[in-house]
T-cell receptor, first 108, second 113 residues
Framework: GIQVEQSPPDLILQEGANSTLRCNFS?????LQWFHQNPWGQLINLFY???GTKQNGRLSATTVATERYSLLYISSSQTTDSGVYFC??????????FGTGTRLQVFP | DGGITQSPKYLFRKEGQNVTLSCEQN?????MYWYRQDPGQGLRLIYY???????QKGDIAEGYSVSREKKESFPLTVTSAQKNPTAFYLC????????????FGPGTRLLVL
């Protein structure tokens, strides 16, 4: 079946620390995307990254499509980075399948 | 400003009542989507529409209905057949068929009285 698995499920950091979030997906899923859901529920797209590496400020993402995984790097974490990070893969070119998320808490 | 709006922010439903959640976008996107999120869980697809006057069931369509009469609007009705409707509902839109990103509205929290 279609699978999008994320690890770790929970992550607690002190401000300034770095972290790596992982997303594994099955071979029927393509076009990985990363989202951040803030504590108020708003979902924001971070990266559309079917393959390769992209960087946006303190965040970067790498997808190795041939090995079916994607990584999200957060450097110098801030309290505003708190929330839930989801990866999602495109299935059948029109449906996003979401992982169960990584809940990040950053403390000052 | 371009974006997606959802209303209301909070909605209370009585037993046996149908309620409708609004979703409007002015991004000129062809595709629109409705997701349900339960506490501590990921998003599950309820319905999606790739073009006006057409829509398809997602993974958890039972107890829900939608319409797509206008490109900008994709309302979701939670019917009395949905026995456990308490959840956070998110609407999204995107360019159909391009595999590009989806943009999400702020969500509606539905609670059963």
């Amino acid at each position: 079946g279609i699978q999008v698995e994320q690890s770790p499920p929970d992550l607690i950091l002190q401000e300034g620390a770095n972290s790596t979030l992982r997303c594994n997906f099955s071979d029927s899923v393509n076009n990985l995307q990363w989202f951040h859901q803030n504590p108020w529920g708003q979902l924001i797209n971070l990266f559309y990254i079917p393959s390769g590496t992209k960087q946006n400020g303190r965040l970067s993402a790498t997808t190795v499509a041939t090995e079916r995984y994607s990584l999200l790097y957060i450097s110098s974490s801030q309290t505003t980075d708190s929330g839930v990070y989801f990866c999602a893969g495109l299935y059948n070119t029109d449906k996003l399948i979401f992982g169960t998320g990584t809940r990040l808490q950053v403390f000052p | 400003d371009g974006g997606i709006t959802q209303s209301p922010k909070y909605l209370f439903r009585k037993e046996g009542q149908n309620v409708t959640l609004s979703c409007e976008q002015n991004l000129n996107h062809d595709a629109m989507y409705w997701y349900r999120q339960d506490p501590g869980q990921g998003l599950r697809l309820i319905y999606y529409s790739q073009i006006v006057n057409d829509f398809q069931k997602g993974d958890i369509a039972e107890g829900y209905s939608v319409s797509r009469e206008k490109k900008e609007s994709f309302p979701l009705t939670v019917t009395s057949a949905q026995k456990n409707p308490t959840a956070f509902y998110l609407c999204a839109s995107g360019q159909q068929g391009l595999g590009e990103t989806q943009y999400f509205g702020p969500g509606t929290r539905l609670l059963v009285l």
